[in-house]
Protein backbone atom coordinates (compact mmCIF):
# COMPACT_ATOMS: atom_id res chain seq x y z
CA UNK A 1 0.00 0.00 0.00
CA UNK A 2 2.69 2.64 0.76
CA UNK A 3 4.49 1.69 -2.39
CA UNK A 4 1.03 2.61 -4.44
CA UNK A 5 0.81 5.77 -2.38
CA UNK A 6 4.09 6.68 -3.00
CA UNK A 7 3.97 5.84 -6.73
CA UNK A 8 1.07 7.91 -6.52
CA UNK A 9 2.51 11.41 -5.78
CA UNK A 10 5.16 10.59 -7.88
CA UNK A 11 2.99 9.83 -10.83
CA UNK A 12 1.72 12.99 -9.87
CA UNK A 13 4.72 15.13 -9.02
CA UNK A 14 5.42 13.36 -13.27
CA UNK A 15 2.26 15.01 -14.49
CA UNK A 16 3.03 18.36 -13.79
CA UNK A 17 6.37 18.11 -14.91
CA UNK A 18 5.40 16.13 -18.30
CA UNK A 19 2.58 18.30 -19.08
CA UNK A 20 5.20 21.75 -18.74
CA UNK A 21 8.13 19.94 -20.36
CA UNK A 22 6.36 18.07 -23.43
CA UNK A 23 3.42 18.87 -25.13
CA UNK A 24 4.44 18.36 -28.45
CA UNK A 25 5.23 14.54 -27.69
CA UNK A 26 2.04 14.01 -25.41
CA UNK A 27 0.17 15.44 -28.59
CA UNK A 28 1.74 12.93 -30.47
CA UNK A 29 1.11 10.02 -28.38
CA UNK A 30 -2.42 10.79 -27.74
CA UNK A 31 -3.41 11.48 -31.05
CA UNK A 32 -3.54 8.25 -33.05
CA UNK A 33 -3.93 4.52 -31.88
CA UNK A 34 -0.51 2.90 -32.03
CA UNK A 35 0.06 -0.51 -33.73
CA UNK A 36 2.82 -2.79 -34.50
CA UNK A 37 4.98 -2.03 -37.38
CA UNK A 38 5.00 -5.00 -38.73
CA UNK A 39 7.25 -4.32 -41.98
CA UNK A 40 9.55 -2.65 -39.45
CA UNK A 41 9.62 -5.82 -37.43
CA UNK A 42 10.43 -8.04 -40.22
CA UNK A 43 12.97 -5.78 -41.16
CA UNK A 44 14.61 -6.39 -37.55
CA UNK A 45 14.22 -9.84 -37.75
CA UNK A 46 15.99 -10.79 -41.33
CA UNK A 47 18.81 -8.97 -39.91
CA UNK A 48 19.14 -10.81 -37.04
CA UNK A 49 18.27 -14.31 -39.41
CA UNK A 50 20.98 -13.26 -41.99
CA UNK A 51 23.29 -12.49 -38.95
CA UNK A 52 22.50 -16.22 -37.24
CA UNK A 53 24.09 -19.58 -37.88
CA UNK A 54 22.56 -22.27 -40.07
CA UNK A 55 20.90 -23.62 -36.74
CA UNK A 56 19.23 -20.76 -35.67
CA UNK A 57 17.76 -19.72 -39.39
CA UNK A 58 14.79 -21.91 -39.06
CA UNK A 59 14.30 -21.13 -35.23
CA UNK A 60 14.02 -17.17 -35.98
CA UNK A 61 12.21 -17.65 -38.72
CA UNK A 62 9.57 -19.87 -36.78
CA UNK A 63 10.08 -17.03 -33.84
CA UNK A 64 9.36 -14.33 -36.24
CA UNK A 65 5.84 -15.87 -37.67
CA UNK A 66 4.59 -16.78 -34.20
CA UNK A 67 5.76 -13.55 -33.01
CA UNK A 68 4.01 -11.45 -36.29
CA UNK A 69 0.71 -12.95 -35.84
CA UNK A 70 0.24 -11.58 -32.38
CA UNK A 71 1.32 -8.11 -32.59
CA UNK A 72 -0.67 -7.76 -36.05
CA UNK A 73 -3.71 -7.59 -33.28
CA UNK A 74 -2.14 -5.56 -30.52
CA UNK A 75 -2.88 -1.59 -30.15
CA UNK A 76 -2.35 0.87 -27.53
CA UNK A 77 -4.56 4.12 -27.23
CA UNK A 78 -2.67 6.43 -24.87
CA UNK A 79 -5.70 8.89 -23.89
CA UNK A 80 -5.54 12.44 -23.34
CA UNK A 81 -6.75 11.65 -18.96
CA UNK A 82 -4.17 10.28 -18.67
CA UNK A 83 -5.59 6.36 -19.38
CA UNK A 84 -4.05 3.49 -21.43
CA UNK A 85 -5.87 0.89 -22.67
CA UNK A 86 -4.25 -2.26 -24.54
CA UNK A 87 -6.05 -4.71 -26.84
CA UNK A 88 -4.80 -8.12 -27.98
CA UNK A 89 -6.83 -9.97 -30.29
CA UNK A 90 -9.60 -7.28 -30.23
CA UNK A 91 -9.60 -7.96 -26.13
CA UNK A 92 -8.95 -5.36 -24.00
CA UNK A 93 -5.52 -6.99 -22.31
CA UNK A 94 -4.76 -4.13 -20.22
CA UNK A 95 -5.59 -1.02 -19.05
CA UNK A 96 -4.38 1.69 -16.47
CA UNK A 97 -2.74 5.20 -16.44
CA UNK A 98 0.27 6.43 -17.95
CA UNK A 99 2.33 9.78 -17.66
CA UNK A 100 4.76 11.02 -19.97
CA UNK A 101 8.52 12.24 -18.18
CA UNK A 102 11.39 13.50 -19.80
CA UNK A 103 14.56 13.12 -17.35
CA UNK A 104 18.11 14.13 -18.46
CA UNK A 105 17.26 14.46 -22.05
CA UNK A 106 15.57 10.84 -21.97
CA UNK A 107 11.73 10.41 -22.44
CA UNK A 108 10.16 8.28 -20.48
CA UNK A 109 6.27 6.48 -20.11
CA UNK A 110 5.62 5.23 -17.02
CA UNK A 111 2.49 2.67 -16.39
CA UNK A 112 0.39 1.98 -13.83
CA UNK A 113 -1.18 -1.13 -15.31
CA UNK A 114 -4.31 -2.38 -13.54
CA UNK A 115 -2.96 -6.12 -14.23
CA UNK A 116 0.76 -6.18 -14.40
CA UNK A 117 1.30 -2.70 -11.93
CA UNK A 118 4.19 -0.61 -12.40
CA UNK A 119 5.50 -0.61 -15.71
CA UNK A 120 8.52 1.81 -17.03
CA UNK A 121 9.36 2.09 -20.78
CA UNK A 122 11.80 4.32 -22.34
CA UNK A 123 10.73 6.00 -25.33
CA UNK A 124 13.28 5.69 -27.77
CA UNK A 125 11.54 7.33 -30.65
CA UNK A 126 8.27 8.95 -31.03
CA UNK A 127 7.20 10.87 -33.89
CA UNK A 128 3.73 11.66 -35.93
CA UNK A 129 4.09 8.32 -37.12
CA UNK A 130 6.91 6.04 -35.02
CA UNK A 131 6.92 5.31 -31.53
CA UNK A 132 8.80 2.67 -30.66
CA UNK A 133 9.33 2.18 -26.43
CA UNK A 134 11.25 -0.16 -24.16
CA UNK A 135 10.00 -1.83 -21.15
CA UNK A 136 12.80 -1.22 -18.87
CA UNK A 137 11.23 -4.09 -16.30
CA UNK A 138 11.80 -6.91 -19.20
CA UNK A 139 13.57 -5.34 -21.97
CA UNK A 140 11.10 -5.82 -24.71
CA UNK A 141 11.06 -3.60 -27.45
CA UNK A 142 7.33 -2.62 -29.35
CA UNK A 143 8.07 -1.53 -32.53
CA UNK A 144 4.74 0.77 -33.47
CA UNK A 145 3.58 2.58 -36.02
CA UNK A 146 0.16 5.33 -36.10
CA UNK A 147 -2.51 3.16 -37.29
CA UNK A 148 -3.80 5.91 -39.66
CA UNK A 149 0.06 5.67 -41.15
CA UNK A 150 -0.02 1.68 -41.39
CA UNK A 151 1.17 -0.69 -44.20
CA UNK A 152 0.68 -3.73 -43.95
Known sequence: MEKLILFSIIFLGAAWAASAQSPKLEKYLTS?????????????YKEKISAAGQSQKKKLEEEFTALAHIMRSLRFDFKKDNTFVTMLMSTQYDAGQWQLVEDGGITYIYALS?????I?????????????IQNLVNNEVFLLIAESKKVD
Open 114 to 118: TTQGE
Open 120 to 132: PFEVKELTETYLV
Open 32 to 44: ETWVSDIPRLEQE
